[in-house]
């Protein structure tokens, strides 16, 4: 195989032993960096992990991998455990800093561990397990971390060498091998010169029809649409609908193939399935996280054939997931970053407009913004597509569990382990003080609650010590007995509501007798760690559990079927099934706690056999797939 100059540089390193860090543009060609690692390993029969940042992803890789490699491929990610003994193990970051603290023997046999979209280190919600994983890193295993572009490369390799003691090479590659074209749209007119767009004249909306209209003479179909919405992704799929993309033989096609995937992924008889066909029909479709995740593969694998021409979705489509196109279109340049809306990190902006140009096929790709003049001035258009994209900065805030762990290792050697993170190697004096308090904090919480006596974990630390992220509440009712006295009903029900996040003003539907005295019980207890966690000024305050999907998730433990417990909701059937599934996951933590009882594990089994069944079971997604 002939490699590109930055490929080459990589896999040279590789084959010299060093670990590597990578930076290099959307659809550059950074997987074959991976593949060759794996082949490499597979041959030499050493291990190696590969982690991944969202599950769709570990599973499209998983996918991938299985098909050239066999099964030599395994995959771990709290609710699918295929082949979990194989030499190459595909897991989320979480499963692997999980792995680290509680079970490092387990990861002995690997030498290497693959970092997918490592520049997720500054995610607010899960950057923190990456810097742990990378902290805590066994010190036999190589790194190869792949990158989307950023500038700060060099001081994360700088920050991985000074703490593990060994040279971290740096490959940066800045230059495409399919070069992008901007387009704008502005009051209906389409532009390919940004500094044309002051000078349009008088107000005229955007339609997204004429836009449509002008890629597809200028012959740049297939097409992406990135939205930032998922009802706005639907929407303006069924506004296109009346469109008709394909001839009749790719007709066809398209509609043998949507027929026997609904087929083999269980959807003949889904009310969502049933609706997209119109649109599948005549070469549109729409794919975002609110959606049945058989339904999204399908979507997905249609994209793939080059049948579909015109996808609308959301930004995960852009992560990672191999899926480029000639086109990709932006229906605005703002977003809603955690708590406000505003205009798009550059960074961002080329993790999507990344997916422009196929390589070996296009010989360049064509990005459209849709601009605004009343919501977004020039300049912001101009910074965000040229400005330089953002450095990659600590987002540690470490868990209970970690911390717990970590006490159990170390005991007052832990205040040590803080210097070795990405937080103190990027923060001022202040920001290290506060951080170093902040563990101080949760130390003194765990003390207060009788997590840690004398120096050691209590039977309730050791429980806590294995339930990331929701630590707290399921421990203390652990403790007080209440995880052994609920039926299979209760545990399903705490579990759902451990895990479900409310939209902003997502109404609470009425909740069985039985739902009603766990969310008390869960209300008093949740309320002294609150204000704990107040007095002692931790912050983000641990989450309350949210009975929303309570109906829902008893009609699905009696055997009633997903279309009727979608009625006891309004939340996505996507997110219903994301939240079953996490379910799932916290009930094998819980069961994984080496203080559970013989009784409160055969009924959190049944509780796990009972839930994980139809379209809830990720493993038999995978495996019909």
């Known amino acids: 195989?002939?490699?590109?100059?930055?490929?080459?540089?990589?896999?040279?390193?590789?084959?010299?032993?060093?670990?590597?860090?990578?930076?290099?543009?959307?659809?550059?060609?950074?997987?074959?960096?991976?593949?060759?690692?794996?082949?490499?390993?597979?041959?030499?029969?050493?291990?190696?992990?590969?982690?991944?940042?969202?599950?769709?992803?570990?599973?499209?890789?998983?996918r991938d991998f299985e098909n050239q490699f066999g099964e030599n491929i395994g995959i771990l990610t709290g609710d699918v455990s295929l082949n979990p003994y194989a030499p190459v193990l595909i897991m989320t970051t979480e499963i692997f800093r999980n792995k680290i603290l509680d079970e490092p023997k387990s990861l002995?046999?690997?030498?290497?561990?693959?970092?997918?979209?490592?520049?997720?280190?500054?995610?607010?919600?899960?950057?923190?397990?990456?810097?742990?994983?990378?902290?805590?890193?066994?010190?036999?295993?190589?790194?190869?971390?792949?990158?989307?572009?950023?500038?700060?490369?060099?001081?994360?390799?700088?920050?991985?060498?000074?703490?593990?003691n060994k040279t971290v090479k740096t490959v940066i590659e800045e230059k495409r091998p399919v070069p992008l074209h901007f387009f704008f749209q502005c009051q209906n007119e389409i532009v390919d010169n940004i500094n044309n767009l002051k000078r349009l004249g008088a107000g005229r909306p955007n339609k997204m029809t004429a836009l449509i209209n002008y890629i597809r003479q200028k012959e740049g179909l297939p097409c992406i649409y990135f939205v930032f919405g998922r009802k706005r992704a639907e929407d303006l799929a069924y506004e296109l609908h009346s469109y008709n993309f394909l001839d009749s033989d790719e007709r066809q096609k398209i509609v043998s193939l949507y027929n026997s995937l609904c087929e083999r992924f269980d959807l003949k008889h889904e009310k969502s399935s049933a609706q997209m066909y119109s649109l599948i029909q005549n070469g549109i479709a729409y794919h975002h996280a609110g959606m049945l995740p058989t339904l999204k593969e399908v979507i997905e694998r249609l994209f793939t054939s080059r049948l579909l021409k015109v996808i609308f979705t959301t930004e995960t489509f852009a992560l990672g997931i191999n899926m480029p196109s000639r086109t990709v279109i932006f229906d605005d340049l703002r977003k809603f970053y955690g708590r406000?809306?505003?205009?798009?990190?550059?960074?961002?902006?080329?993790?999507?407009?990344?997916?422009a140009g196929r390589r070996g096929i296009d010989k360049e790709g064509f990005v459209y913004c849709r601009v605004n003049p009343a919501r977004i001035t020039l300049e912001e258009v101009k910074r965000i597509i040229y400005g330089r994209p953002e450095e990659v900065r600590s987002q540690l805030n470490s868990s209970y569990a970690t911390i717990l762990n970590l006490y159990e290792k170390y005991k007052e050697g832990i205040y040590k382990i803080y210097p070795l993170s990405l937080h103190y190697f990027q923060s001022r004096k202040n920001e290290q003080k506060e951080a170093l308090r902040l563990i101080e904090a949760k130390l003194k919480i765990l003390r207060e609650l009788n997590y840690i006596n004398n120096d050691t974990l209590t039977k309730k630390g050791q429980f806590a010590k294995t339930v990331y992220g929701y630590e707290l509440i399921l421990?203390?009712?652990?403790?007080?007995?209440?995880?052994?006295?609920?039926?299979?009903?209760?545990?399903?029900?705490?579990?759902?509501?451990?895990?479900?996040?409310?939209?902003?003003?997502?109404?609470?539907?009425?909740?069985?007798?039985?739902?009603?005295?766990?969310?008390?019980?869960?209300?008093e207890i949740y309320g002294e760690i609150k204000a704990k966690e107040i007095k002692y000024r931790i912050y983000p305050v641990s989450k309350i559990p949210s009975f929303h999907l309570s109906t829902s998730i008893e009609g699905w433990?009696?055997?009633?079927?997903?279309?009727?417990?979608?009625?006891?909701?309004?939340?996505?059937?996507?997110?219903?099934?994301?939240?079953?599934?996490?379910?799932?996951?916290?009930?094998?933590e819980i069961n994984d706690a080496k203080v559970a009882s013989y009784v409160l594990r055969d009924k959190l089994k049944e509780t796990i056999r009972v839930i994980n069944r139809?379209?809830?079971?990720?493993?038999?997604?995978l495996r019909e797939g």
């Open 475 to 523: 421990s203390e009712l652990y403790d007080e007995n209440i995880l052994e006295q609920l039926d299979e009903f209760g545990l399903g029900i705490l579990a759902v509501a451990t895990v479900f996040e409310p939209r902003k003003n997502q109404r609470m539907p009425s909740v069985s007798k039985n739902a009603r005295r766990i969310k008390r019980t869960c209300e």
């Open 340 to 355: 406000y809306v505003r205009t798009l990190k550059t960074r961002d902006f080329y993790q999507m407009a990344g997916r």
């Open 614 to 621: 139809d379209i809830i079971d990720a493993e038999k997604q």
């Open 557 to 588: 433990l009696r055997g009633t079927n997903f279309d009727k417990i979608l009625q006891f909701t309004d939340t996505d059937e996507g997110e219903v099934v994301r939240y079953f599934r996490m379910a799932i996951q916290i009930l094998r």
């Open 108 to 164: 002995e046999k690997y030498s290497w561990i693959i970092f997918d979209e490592v520049h997720y280190i500054d995610n607010p919600e899960r950057g923190t397990v990456w810097e742990e994983s990378l902290i805590f890193l066994p010190k036999h295993m190589n790194i190869l971390a792949l990158s989307a572009t950023i500038p700060n490369i060099d001081k994360l390799a700088e920050w991985m060498q000074s703490i593990h």
């Open 1 to 62: 195989m002939i490699y590109d100059r930055f490929q080459q540089e990589a896999i040279d390193y590789i084959n010299q032993g060093y670990s590597v860090i990578v930076s290099a543009p959307t659809g550059a060609g950074k997987t074959a960096i991976a593949e060759h690692v794996l082949s490499t390993c597979i041959q030499d029969k050493v291990g190696v992990v590969y982690t991944a940042p969202i599950k769709a992803l570990s599973n499209q890789k998983f």
